[in-house]
């Protein structure tokens, strides 16, 4: 089964800083997709980025950037210029492309501060 | 118009008692899902249905019984609530990748059940 992993329950950074939320997730498939979804404490569930595994391209939205690699299994989050309206807790996501069993596996989740 | 929507947002009942949370989506989605977000903010999949086929029962007690009258609607019914089954439950849905969809999950705004 596939699993999840975000190491860092906790980050913070200083308005307008940038900072990298980590994650590793185990598969042995070869072609997945992967997410960050943020959510708020209006409690929503908020896509952030999206990466097909076959792509090799690292996703960009905005502010927001993945750094992928597929060989070490690893999928962090660079947030740019932080704002405060990006405090909320993170959250990597794993999904198969395998018929039949087509769900989100979720990380722990990383619970982010943006200082002003 | 809301994509997904679940009633009722919030839910204090008492232990013993039976409750149902409903969920419908307009997208156009064949793929409804219930996930479970516990204390600790951990998201954990509980049912998906396929155009009103049962997918996905990830070891879920009995007294969870998920009912999907039709593609647009997944509702959650919970016999003799615990303390335990406090949590926040989300409902989302998605196109099935194998069907072009784009492998994201749109979710509810979730509803906060209490057991007392």
């Known amino acids: 089964a596939q699993t999840v992993t975000q190491s860092q329950p906790e980050m913070s950074v200083q308005e307008a800083e940038t900072v990298t939320l980590s994650c590793t997730y185990d598969?042995?498939?070869?072609?997945?997709?992967l997410f960050w979804y943020k959510q708020p404490p209006s409690r929503q569930m908020i896509l952030v980025i999206r990466q097909e595994a076959y792509k090799q391209q690292n996703a960009t939205e905005n502010r927001f950037s993945v750094n992928f690699q597929k060989a070490a299994k690893s999928f962090s989050l660079k947030i740019s210029d932080s704002q405060l309206g990006d405090a909320a807790m993170y959250f990597c996501a794993y999904r198969s492309t395998q018929g039949g069993s087509e769900k989100l596996v979720f990380g722990k989740g990383t619970k982010l501060t943006v200082n002003p | 118009d809301t994509a997904v929507s679940q009633t009722p947002k919030y839910l204090v009942t008492q232990m013993g008692n039976d409750k149902s949370i409903k969920c419908e989506q307009n997208?156009?989605?064949?793929?409804m899902y219930w996930y479970k977000q516990d204390s600790k903010k951990f998201l954990k999949i509980m049912f998906s249905y396929n155009n009103k086929e049962l997918i996905i029962n990830e070891t879920v007690p009995n007294r969870f019984s998920p009912k999907s009258p039709d593609k647009a609607h997944l509702n959650l019914h919970i016999n003799s609530l615990e303390l335990g089954d406090s949590a926040v439950y989300f409902c989302a849905s998605s196109r099935r990748t194998l069907a072009g969809g784009s492998g994201e999950l749109f979710f509810g705004e979730g509803s906060r059940l209490t057991v007392l």
């Open positions: 997208l156009g989605h064949d793929t």
């Open positions: 598969t042995s498939e070869s072609d997945y997709y």
